[in-house]
């Protein structure tokens, strides 16, 4: 039983096509985040809400808009997709701010081609 | 502001020897600190945190780490290593509500452990 599931794992798309990645959590967390995995395995927060608001944009360009129907669920939409964005993209969640540790899905490996 | 330095990107070692991964973090406020590994191809998985209390800090597959405050390091070591534990291995800090509970993580240290 997945904790931290995003859908899809896998995503090859065009230059200007526009794309959205699902996450999910059954950990009844009231915060969930996005995080970037660049080619050199950088990782940086990108988005952080909490029970549905948005707590942190961390000057992401806004052509990524995070979305959020209830504290579950995250989904992140890209509009006009460009080679950079190509990058691993992990999804988080954890019960409160930041003092217990952040649970991860997956990933999903995003490649603009 | 946070930051978070991994000292090395890459550490080989022989299968049953002891290793040391390095970590020094700066922050001007009380931090929660934590290790995660991912192996390839997969998420990130906690090993160990520090969140208050003991300094040693014990985490799992017989992983523990050391949180020293007067020298901002939070090293993370095995006495024995198995080839399954190569992995990349990320150090990461957090200022708790205060900054929204976001992670900030270290350039990451790459352990290749060899038979």
């Known amino acids: 039983d997945t904790a931290v599931s995003q859908t899809p794992k896998y995503l090859v798309t065009q230059m200007g096509n526009d794309k959205s990645i699902k996450c999910e959590q059954n950990?009844?967390?009231?915060?969930m985040y996005w995080y970037k995995q660049d080619s050199k395995k950088f990782l940086k927060i990108m988005f952080s809400y909490n029970n549905k608001e948005l707590i942190i944009n961390e000057t992401v360009p806004n052509r990524f808009s995070p979305k959020s129907p209830d504290k579950a669920h995250l989904n992140l939409h890209i509009n006009s997709l460009e080679l950079g964005d190509s990058a691993v993209y992990f999804c988080?969640?954890?019960?409160?701010?930041?003092?217990?540790?952040?649970?991860f899905g997956q990933g999903t490996r995003l490649t603009v081609v | 502001a946070q930051s978070v330095t991994q000292l090395d990107s890459q550490v080989p070692v022989f299968e049953e020897a002891p290793v040391e991964l390095r970590c020094n973090y700066s922050s001007s406020v009380s931090v929660y600190l934590f290790w995660y590994v991912q192996y390839p191809n997969q998420g990130l998985q906690l090993l160990l945190k520090y969140l208050s209390g003991s300094t040693l800090v014990k985490g799992i597959n017989g992983f523990e780490a050391e949180f020293n405050k007067s020298q901002t390091s939070f090293h993370l070591r095995k006495p024995s290593v198995h080839i399954s534990d190569t992995a990349e291995y990320f150090c990461?800090?957090?200022?708790?509500?205060?900054?929204?509970?976001?992670?900030?993580f270290g350039q990451g240290t790459e352990l290749s452990v060899k038979p």
């Open positions: 990461a800090v957090s200022e708790g509500d205060n900054q929204g509970g976001k992670l900030i």
């Open positions: 988080a969640s954890s019960p409160h701010g930041g003092n217990t540790e952040a649970f």
């Open positions: 950990l009844g967390h009231d915060t």
